[in-house]
């Protein structure tokens, strides 16, 4: 049967695609490029002139079309058809075409390729035949098959672009591999590999997974968002690539984080691949080793500061908001602090924004000091803390914890700050500092003398907690932690830095070094340690728990703001995720295989938190905010085109 649309539901086919012949069809889950119509005089399709589908086919990419977060995928109507772009960006517009993703084209579009798991039916109905070997698998067997070829790899690199080209080929089953082995691939995707990388982008690089804004694109970057394929862009994940983990200035190939960070926002946080946008801003590179690298992908220029520097990101801001609405979500990735901490200030009150590296970190370690409190005993206003690096996690941190510790206690936040001690790359920062302390810095400068290194300072101010944010690797040596044990019966240490090289201490060195006392956790993964006969498992402090959460939770409440109280809800939720059976092997974080329901339950306070501000603007509240979170979670599984 044949009908006649310019239905709503056709209208939503074309959602955003505006004449250029962008690849709209992404939308679906079905493998339909549907995008046809002659043009108006105004340069609107007219819909009379909307080709014809079969009323099968339509049924079937209506009842294929992928979720949308937070709203409903056949919610909104004509006008969003022609949405922001049509009138102003497309007059000139070439007649549509209908086509269907099909045959070969099919398998090499990563968003609906199943590979040989495509079944007989489809192969018939969409040209696949011959295209594939004769054998039909299942989505179950395609991942075992991988796995066991990803094993073969023994050096981490390799295994880290056998995930990339998975990526680029088989969208679906790179998630459901790194979703159903979250705990062997996430050291691939993420910290340590990705650092490695990173490093080595130019060389490696294959296909561009993110959109690149350079200075060249400075009073362009709006027609360069409206390149980027996706229309319906929930979160970006933005970073210069000047503080890549603690490897310092990588510039434009920083783009292996923001990439790396969304995959993990689908993997853990259940938000749709389609949905993400990473995104690298590169205003050239202080990395002399870079900029005489002759595979290297950026800019070949010194970084621009300064208003230069400010009037790109200021642009970048602007045009975000303006393509993609108020309530995307940017995440700050990886800058420099010089200029980390301007941009959240100055953009956390005009868009939904968040800096992971002083935000998220600091949700996170909180969380961790929550559950580690009920190993060692105490309030968290009777624990002294002492960080070594005094940057952006540093300082967000200690600032979270003293927030935290003034609402339990009703202690004013100056009073609370005064339990926590930074060092920096100058010893500790007492008040004698302060008048040349970076602004950051300034609310932790408390009465002492000067004290130059972090083995004194550990001696001096005896704290409960040790926390290593300097990016600098083996800095918490024998004498730090043994004295940490000295003082401590059960001393807490974290080792936040990345990737493995520049962790501050290894989970061997703490476990060995205090006598198998330490409540340990650390930033990259460490295998668990074997000590005069008792294994010992650590955590990963990592934002990774985090993020995915709270980005769910401000998308499911159609949150416009990220508040501090949202953090704090987020790190008691992830708290609360960790067991007796955890904190009797020492663990202090949850193991990541339960990951996506621990990200429902932080998604579920966060908007929780957001409604009871009044910062939620998805209306009314669903009931029952752990099923909805759930509920909206991105599935990897195949879907059927027949
Ligand atoms: N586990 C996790 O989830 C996260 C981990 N991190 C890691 O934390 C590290 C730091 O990140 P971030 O805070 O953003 O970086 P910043 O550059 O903002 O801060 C680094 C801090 O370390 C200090 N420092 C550097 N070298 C030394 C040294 N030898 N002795 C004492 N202090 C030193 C710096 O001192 P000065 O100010 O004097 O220069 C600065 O205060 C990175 O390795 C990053 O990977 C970051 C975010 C999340
Ligand atoms: C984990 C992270 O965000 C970092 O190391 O920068
Ligand atoms: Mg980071």
Partial sequence: ?????????????????????????????????VVSAATSSNGRPEKRNVTVLAESTLKEMRDAAAPVIGESTVSGGVEDVYGEDSATEDQAMTPWSVSVASGYTLLRDPHFNKGMAFAEKERDALYLRGLLPPVVVSQDLQVKKLMHNI???????????????????????????????VEELLPVVYTPTVGEACEKYGSILRRPQGLFISLKEKGKILEVLKNWPEKKIQVIVVTDGERILGLGDLGCQGMGIPVGKLSLYTALGGIRPSACLPVTIDVGTNNEKLLNDEFYIGLRQKRARGQEYAELLNEFMSAVKQK??????????????????????????????????????????????????????????????????????????????????????????EETRKNIWLV???????????????????PWAHEHETVRNIVDAVKAIRPTVLIGSSGVGRTFTKDVVEAMASFNEKPVIFALSNPTSQSECTAEEAYKWSKGRAIYASGSPFDPVEYKGKVYVSGQANNAYIFPGLGLGLIISGAIRVHDDMLL???????????????????????LTNIRKISAHIAAKVAAKAYELGLATRLPQPKDLVAYAESCMYSPSYRSYR
């Fill in 324 to 413: 993609y609405g108020e309530k995307v979500l940017i995440q700050f990735e990886d800058f420099a602090n010089h200029n980390a901490f301007d941009l959240l200030a100055k953009y956390g009150s005009t868009h939904l924004v968040f800096n992971d590296d002083i935000q998220g970190t600091a949700s996170v370690v909180l969380a961790g000091i929550m559950a580690a409190l009920k190993l060692v005993g105490g309030s968290l206003a009777e624990q002294k803390f002492l960080f070594l690096g005094a940057g952006e996690a540093g300082t967000g941190i200690a600032e979270l914890i003293a927030l935290e510790m003034s609402k339990q206690t009703d202690i004013p936040l």
């Fill in 151 to 181: 094993r073969q790899y023994q050096v981490p690199l390799q295994r880290y672009m056998a995930m990339m080209d998975l990526q680029e080929r088989n969208e679906r089953l790179f998630y459901k591999l790194l979703i159903d082995n």
């Fill in 424 to 442: 920096d790359s100058k010893g500790l920062i007492v008040r004698s500092r302060f008048e040349t302390l970076q602004h950051f810095k300034k």
């Fill in 1 to 33: 049967m044949i009908s006649s649309i310019g239905t709503n539901f056709l209208s939503n086919s074309l959602c955003g695609f505006s004449g250029r012949l962008r690849q709209s069809h992404r939308r679906f889950s079905a493998p339909f490029v």
């Fill in 569 to 591: 809800a987020a790190s008691e939720a992830l708290a609360a995720e960790v067991t007796q059976e955890n904190l009797d092997k020492g663990l202090i974080f949850p193991p």
